[in-house]
């Protein structure tokens, strides 16, 4: 039981590169999102996905897109970096069961991804 | 729109002292609260949640609840240097909703 997966651990892209961040967990749950943490500023929520087969936006979606491939898989693509996506990337899921159950419903968090844009 | 603040430190204590962390969150709406701990260069890990008024106890863990006054805090009793880290509060505002995290307080436990 891996838990939540992450690769890269590391990159350095050029800006206006593209590249791929993909996160894969085995927990069977449901929702996936995508953060990005930077100094002083906590975790920021990109895009989040509820359920397999949707997507949504969440705080800082400018210059991202996502896919939910399936429910274990979750990528997050740069078309174009720029040097303010300079951060570091995790990719968190999440069972949300129903009802009051979901009151204790947390996020696990995977290694993350170290994103240097020149 | 919604915002969780904490206190972003350093904060400091000495081994075997009680440290600490405060949080504030701006609506009234909130359910669910959970406080992660993130070492340097490492992904954030929980260490506990609440969702009722009062005070709930994990080992040297303490976290505490008071909804009236939007204020949710974690209390660490015999604090080690293996708990120098961030602490990060987050806050749900629906069952099975987004967290929102605060910005994280660094504590340092100096032996």
């Known amino acids: 039981n891996a838990g939540v997966t992450q690769t890269p651990k590391f990159q350095v892209l050029k800006t206006g590169q593209s590249m791929t961040l993909q996160c894969a967990q085995d927990m069977n749950h449901n929702s996936m999102y995508w953060y990005r943490q930077d100094p002083g500023m906590g975790l920021r929520l990109i895009y989040y996905s509820a359920s397999e087969g949707t997507t949504d936006k969440g705080e800082v979606p400018n210059g991202y897109n996502v896919s939910r491939l399936n429910k274990r898989e979750f990528s997050l693509r740069l078309e174009s970096a720029a040097p303010s996506q300079t951060s570091v990337y995790f990719c968190?899921?999440?069972?949300?069961?129903?009802?009051?159950?979901?009151?204790?419903?947390?996020?696990?968090f995977g290694p993350g991804t170290r994103l240097t844009v020149l | 729109q919604k915002e969780v603040e904490q206190n972003s430190g350093p904060l400091s204590v000495p081994e075997g002292a009680i440290a600490s962390l405060n949080c504030t969150y701006s609506d009234r709406g909130s359910q669910s609260f959970f406080w992660y701990r993130q070492y340097s260069g490492k992904s954030p890990e929980l260490i506990m949640f609440?969702?009722?008024?009062g005070d709930k106890e994990d080992g040297r863990f303490t976290a505490q609840l008071n909804k009236a006054s939007q204020y949710v805090s974690l209390l660490i009793r015999d604090s080690q240097p293996s708990d120098s880290a961030t602490y990060l509060c987050?806050?749900?505002?629906?069952?099975?909703?987004?967290?929102?995290f605060g910005q994280g307080t660094e504590l340092s436990v100096k032996p």
């Open positions: 968190a899921s999440r069972e949300t069961p129903p009802g009051l159950a979901a009151l204790g419903d947390t996020q696990y």
């Open positions: 609440i969702y009722s008024n």
């Open positions: 987050a806050v749900t505002y629906n069952q099975g909703g987004k967290l929102i």
